[in-house]
């Protein structure tokens, strides 16, 4: 069944006019930015074969990693579409990193952390750390990427963290690395190496509030988590 033919009520044009963007599902929303359907397919089918696809197993995280060339040969995408597609993505993508880079940015909970450096690292594809140096309101100062590489094989340099807090006169900070792989539970090296962090940024006066992991769309606060607490 095309879009026009369903009833108003269930159109995702209209769904999203009446209750806006937030209520419709990822098939719904994909399926407006596809637009059309082709040969007896629709654009609700598309969206779906596209989330379904063995190429995209998890659904929108697996979409951010399709190319081009992979999506438009899923069936009834073509070039253009799978063009459109890409291009909403990125601008997803920037938005958040706009609000992400708004030196008014507070990080006031564990959950901001956490989306924070979901939005900028789950889908690197090699290991980094990342530091973001806040003020004493928690207020975004400036992002660093410390090192790229393993906590386990890179190290991080504990020098180099609080010398840059130091330089921008920074209360406290959070560290964030990622897991490639998507496992998210620290290894023991990430724990030792966080309580390190923490106990030196004691003896300077600098909090080290959090550290977060992110996997593949998914992420936790070790904070949170009870992994930053000295045994």
């Not at 095309?2 to 044009?13: A, I, L, N, Q, T």
């Not at 190290?155 to 964030?176: D, H, M, P, Q, T």
């Not at 690395?177 to 990430?190: A, I």
Request: proline residues 2%.
């Amino acid at each position: 069944m095309k879009m026009k033919e369903m009833h108003p009520s269930v159109r995702p044009y209209e769904r999203l006019e009446a209750s806006g963007a937030e209520s419709l599902s990822d098939e719904e929303l994909l399926a407006i930015i596809i637009r059309t359907g082709t040969k007896g397919i629709s654009a609700k089918d598309i969206a779906s074969s596209i989330l379904s696809s063995d190429k995209s197993p998890n659904g929108l995280v697996g979409l951010n990693q399709l190319s081009i060339s992979e999506l438009s040969d899923i069936d009834g995408v073509g070039r253009i579409k799978a063009i459109t597609i890409k291009a909403c993505l990125e601008l997803g993508r920037r938005s958040v990193m706009s609000l992400s880079n708004d030196n008014r940015l507070r990080f006031l909970s564990e959950d901001t952390a956490c989306l924070y450096f979901q939005e900028k690292m789950s889908f690197l594809e090699t290991e980094e750390v990342h530091v973001v140096y806040l003020d004493t309101q928690k207020r975004l100062i400036e992002h660093h990427v410390l090192c790229k590489g393993a906590l386990n094989t890179v190290g991080i340099s504990y020098r180099e963290v609080f010398r840059i807090a130091v330089k921008v006169n920074a209360a406290g900070l959070i560290l964030a690395h990622n897991h490639p792989g998507g496992d998210v539970n620290p290894s023991d090296e990430d724990i030792q190496a966080t309580r390190a962090l923490l106990k030196s940024g004691q003896l300077i006066g600098i909090d080290v509030i959090d550290h977060i992991i992110i996997g593949r769309g998914v992420s936790i606060s070790m904070l949170k988590n009870g992994y930053m607490e000295e045994e």
